[in-house]
């Protein structure tokens, strides 16, 4: 089968024939009909420092996908050829303190789909079918793909009430701007969308931010206190790791505050632990991944009720064979989701 | 100045002359411009049985207004002549346990504006600042008044996060009604209104509502099961007090759902412990008044940002005098929230 | 092998010879050390109303266990021959919506064992891994087989924060009794404990209850609303099921105040929804089984901190074909936790 | 009256004549009986860095105390001549979002004793009764000065339920201990404390930990690691603002734990975001002060049942006139709570 490969140390990849794998008792093989790519695709394909110990080339890469059950391994309960399935990227033990209390996602002994194992960037793809998620049969497959994302915005938008709030989001790439689409969903009065790439401001607007900010441009911090009445943000969501967003963030939260943590920092940020945090009593939230299932349903519930407009956040297409183009407009920042077709495009 | 006045025991009120108030070294007198009716006051007014026992009549009735500061007392800090106001119903006694550890609302010596104090149904009105509410000089006087009972809808809507919930409304009166717009604004996927008046079914609709069920022709459980997939409602808000609204709604809710009690039935109720709150592992919350000033601050920032249309909600209009009319459009149940103008209306 | 078995439709039980059981490829056959009576037990033993719709003799009966693995199937992954398991009673489906989102606790196609199943009042028993639990070795068979009861008053006393509370437990049957223990283990500052059976005052006294009350010979309402201040209870735990302790938990439960509820009555009771919770902004939780596996752990981690005392809950023990006399025992309600040993005590 | 008076810029103090404070409608004057050092007050007294800009010499120091009314205004309502009170040093304005909304701890406003007014190292001290705490008439004064910082160990305690969980405590000094020793009486079932000063250990010890790691001389992270199977620690409480301790602490909780954040460090701490918090889903809360009168209240509370041996803590005495000895005593270290009395002690 046609597949990207990551076939060696160092960055890039390859376009290549790849065994189509067989699967196990428990597993289902997908004919992969749309594949997205995320941020950590583009790490790996750019060969990012946390990468090389990471990972074990030569492996199928990619996370994010949609497509047909086309067989069925013979302890499969549930899915049944057909079935239009997702999956859920982190593999999770079952077995550890956190898997055996409903937190799987942080298992502790996590694999990751495209990272540890052979991904979906691939005309076919095997998962455990406890690692599956059957999609609402008359969801587009661009959109199926793309949910496991927006699942990280259901989640990081799922920590704290948002009804009534006014508050700030860092960062409004794909994640980002879903994510926005959602705290307006949701009740939020005042959203206040903070980036340094002016095709994702403008993404933001669309999705519903109120005031698009330019950290280049604008005195974020000044920016967002005059907007709250020199109250603060009741609470901010930190999407993009930048360091500046860390403090700008905590400095114009008001006292008793939340701060939603789900950008990842290249290295340690310096926080002020007395102002940001203890004299504001302030609740921070790391949000990591998705809750399975509990993240999935929510995410399936918005969908159907068209809380959030997804194709907004779908901006780019393309046959796999020209990955090297989607993952040159994926670095520049200039797009929102970029998906693949590896089994070509439905007419 | 001219008042409603309940001037002796048993049904009925009358219109007529009575002393304007004079204010404490802490109190505000308001000049009001608009009044509406609360069932409460109702029930004083056909003087119900708790009635007989609480109130000594003669006093002015009403607890909902919005108004004009004209009169501030020495010590009065924040509030000025001409601040467009209204008045939290529950005076809260400052000094019991739930006062002092934020729970003013349920205060152990509540005093009720208008059942054991003199009210709002008159030209002016005096009131402590502590229990003013400054309003956004730009928000209509109705508006202002009935932001009260929206209060109780924020309230009650607050008690759990809303996000992603299929959720069923018994009772579509103006408190209901405005709890479904913000349901509807804050992200419900569902939500399903029932009701035995079809007046209030056509309010719920327009407010939000994806469903509306008449209890009288309707087999309320069985809906919501299929509206649900089979899987129950996630929550339900009883805002009715009907014996009926309570068995449809545990029925209907989902294992692990949440009911929020906010109606009052006139008498005890028979509750299946076992299956409907046990065996569910069930979230069960009664909900009381509006979190001073908690919901006031929310219930603002919802009407700023226009989530929830109150307008809809004020069906009718009248100048005070004419206050048996409202009264017994109030009883007829073919009405909204009712406002009357004790200073005439404004051109 | 030897077993209690549910013969035929109709009070009793017989204790006689049954299959061993054979075992799936994915469970366990444990031979059974301690067994302990459960209320449910003695309601399937007399043959109460619920019994007879749902259980479909010959059957054998008991949930409640401690014994060792002598057998594993092929697939099972973690348990080995030797262990000293205990087991889940409740037997979740994993597929339903409760099960997908951690409760399947609540799952809505639960199996319990011993009365839906083949149960563990017998030499052998054998479960699906997924339902076991691996004890310390160092745990005896009597407190291994007791902790699912303790589970349930685990999973009670973990739905508030015990800390620096108030609080009243109606109902000093064994689960009560380990409540007790637990809240005090937990910080409350007073303990009021209620029954009508002497013994188990006596129990709840000895597992550290501050004040015992005689429901037929104390005025309960009156007693804890001086013993607490006239501020009223903080909150109460109904472990009994009989309706007058809904009454007397409920008013005197102070505003704002929590009901927890585990006790299952025989019929509906008559709530008083305005006073008692309406009017007091209450949390009122429903509490079922125990949460799979967190309140597992947390049950061990008491244990092995020797912070509740379960040895002192188990008050009687007997050989097992004794069973009649330990069902008499259970029924006069003079006793604790009653053991049985199917293969024979250990000296 | 006699009084530690910080009369102009730079380090130390004296101790000299200052007048008796008038007092106001709504305050009372109090006769101090004792008043306990703070390191806050220690660092006022060196003049560190962050005292130059904030205060404003001359003024009488400190702000713990305990003592009787002796004088009340015209319009205090509750206190009366005799009353024991202490008093909360946050002096809240009363009107911001936060006080308004049940989190005065965190006004926007706030004015603290003793560094933005005249304190409590003075024979006599003026308050607003708003911010007096009315004691038990039983508690000794010692006890009464130091509930204060017990105060913060309680607010701490109660971010998070206690019962059943592994945690570590990082700063053993007063609050740290008074903090382990809540723990133990809440349920913790694993209390690993850590510090650099044996003296401090020693104390920890005493209150109730499980273990105690030198972080000169243990390797924490490691310990702490092991201490809980491997799994890491459910929560830690850093009440040092040591840099180290942050890494520490951090990188020993497991997977959806929590962090409480009290200790202020001296500048900015470098923080991995990504593996400390965002690849933990965790949970972290800053804590400040106490909530009033929520914290007051359960203060009370855990100090009448004895579930903290405050006396443990405090461990020197001194006649107020002899302060510099006192304060030189805090700067070592080798100390608990330190208590001065302004009006000599009881025999």
Redesign the interface.
């Known amino acids: 089968m046609k597949s990207i490969v990551k076939a060696k140390p160092g960055p890039g990849a390859v376009y290549e024939d790849w065994r189509i794998p067989s699967i196990g008792m428990r597993d289902v093989l997908v004919k992969v009909e749309a594949t997205s790519i995320c941020g950590t695709d583009v790490q790996i394909y750019d060969w990012h420092e946390w990468v090389r110990d990471r990972v074990k080339p030569p492996f199928v890469m990619g996370h994010e996908f949609a497509g047909r059950v086309i067989e069925v391994g013979k302890e499969v309960?549930?899915l049944r050829e057909g079935d239009l399935v997702s999956g859920e990227t982190h593999i999770a033990c079952g077995?550890c303190?956190?898997c055996?209390?409903?937190?799987a996602?942080?298992c502790?002994n996590m694999k990751l789909r495209g990272v540890d194992t052979d991904g979906c960037f691939a005309q076919y793809h095997a998962l455990p079918e406890t690692s599956a998620w059957k999609n609402d049969p008359k969801l587009s497959v661009e959109i199926a793909s793309a949910q496991e994302p927006l699942g990280n915005a259901?989640h990081a938008?799922?920590v704290a009430?948002?009804?009534?709030k006014?508050l700030a989001v860092f960062g409004c790439g794909p994640i980002g701007a879903c994510l926005i689409g959602?705290c307006k969903?949701?009740?939020a009065?005042?959203i206040m969308a903070v980036d340094v790439v002016e095709y994702r401001l403008k993404l933001a607007k669309e999705m519903g931010a109120h005031v698009v900010l330019n950290a280049r441009t604008d005195q974020v911090e000044k920016e967002i206190t005059r907007l709250t009445d020199g109250?603060g943000a009741d609470m901010f969501f930190e999407m993009s790791?930048a360091p500046s967003a860390?403090e700008q963030g905590f400095k114009s939260m008001?006292?008793?505050g939340t701060a939603v943590?789900?950008?990842?920092?290249s290295k340690?940020?310096?926080?002020?632990?007395?102002n940001w945090?203890?004299?504001?009593?302030?609740?921070?939230?790391?949000?990591?991944?998705r809750?399975i299932?509990?993240t999935w349903?929510?995410t399936a519930?918005?969908l159907?009720?068209g809380?959030v407009d997804l194709s907004k956040v779908i901006t780019h297409r393309f046959d796999m064979e020209e990955f090297s183009k989607a993952f040159a407009l994926m670095t520049s920042g200039n797009c929102g989701k970029v998906i693949m077709y590896p089994n070509g495009r439905k007419k």
Do not use: C
């Not at 943590?261 to 920092?265: C, E, Q, S, T, V």
């Not at 340690?268 to 007395?274: F, G, L, Q, S």
């Not at 945090?277 to 991944?289: E, L, M, P, T, Y």
């Open positions: 309960s549930e077995k303190y956190q055996r209390t409903g937190n996602h942080i502790l259901v938008s799922s009430d948002i009804s009534g006014r959602l969903s949701f009740g009065t005042k109250r790791g860390f008001r006292p008793g943590l789900f950008g990842l920092p340690k940020v310096e926080v002020d632990i007395a945090i203890v004299f504001k009593d302030a609740h921070v939230r790391g949000v990591f991944g809750r299932w509990n349903y929510k519930e918005v159907r009720a809380m």
